[in-house]
T-cell receptor
Framework: AQSVTQLDSQVPVFEEAPVELRCNYSSSVSVYLFWYVQYPNQGLQLLLKYLSGSTLVKSINGFEAEFNKSQTSFHLRKPSVHISDTAEYFCAVSFASGGSYIPTFGRGTSLIVHP | ETGVTQSPTHLIKTRGQQVTLRCSSQSGHNTVSWYQQALGQGPQFIFQYYREEENGRGNFPPRFSGLQFPNYSSELNVNALELDDSALYLC??????????????FGDGTRLSIL
């Protein structure tokens, strides 16, 4: 079965420090990659996506992620975090399966930004 | 535009009962996916509906079933509830059916508790 691994369950950082949240997936076949953010008691919101083209994708609030096909990774980075970035972050991969794409989520990384 | 709405927000049931959860998709979206999110875990894909037909299914037993209506709204039905069914159930809508390259728009979920 296809899988998505988020190696860090929690990442504590200080405000204005850089951060990287790691995501690896199991398949080398064609996939679509997403990062979602979830605030307490809310649903998930799309942060950014990689479908094709440039391997570096960026969001409007300063996050970026780089698709690395050889390492089957899609790590999320931000050069300087804010308190408001404290949330749960989920990496998601759509794997081809029998003519359709099955979305698979990692277990999430809790980003905790301290003042 | 109207986002994804789910009802009810909270629900308490006992073992063996049946439950129906409802989801209204975002305006213009023709695909609905359902997820189960246990505490501290990532969303687990239950199934997806595209144009009123089941389009893909995760590793969930047949007592989890669904419907999609002509207006693209959807229901998730769970029979013979078990304690392990306690979770946040998320509905997500998207445009494009089987492609897998469309980001999903999530509702805030229904918190189901089984006593």
């Amino acid at each position: 079965a296809q899988s998505v691994t988020q190696l860090d369950s929690q990442v504590p950082v200080f405000e204005e420090a850089p951060v990287e949240l790691r995501c690896n997936y199991s398949s080398s076949v064609s996939v679509y990659l997403f990062w979602y953010v979830q605030y307490p008691n809310q649903g998930l919101q799309l942060l950014l996506k990689y479908l094709s083209g440039s391997t570096l994708v960026k969001s409007i609030n300063g996050f970026e992620a780089e698709f690395n096909k050889s390492q089957t990774s899609f790590h999320l980075r931000k050069p300087s975090v804010h308190i408001s970035d404290t949330a749960e972050y989920f990496c998601a991969v759509s794997f081809a399966s029998g003519g359709s794409y099955i979305p698979t989520f990692g277990r999430g990384t809790s980003l905790i930004v301290h003042p | 535009e109207t986002g994804v709405t789910q009802s009810p927000t909270h629900l308490i049931k006992t073992r063996g009962q049946q439950v129906t959860l409802r989801c209204s998709s975002q305006s213009g979206h023709n695909t609905v996916s359902w997820y189960q999110q246990a505490l501290g875990q990532g969303p687990q894909f239950i199934f997806q509906y595209y144009r009123e037909e089941e389009n893909g299914r995760g590793n969930f037993p047949p007592r989890f079933s669904g419907l999609q209506f002509p207006n693209y709204s959807s229901e998730l039905n769970v029979n013979a509830l078990e304690l392990d069914d306690s979770a946040l159930y998320l509905c997500a809508s998207s445009l494009g059916g089987t492609g897998g390259n469309q980001p999903q728009h999530f509702g805030d979920g229904t918190r189901l508790s089984i006593l």
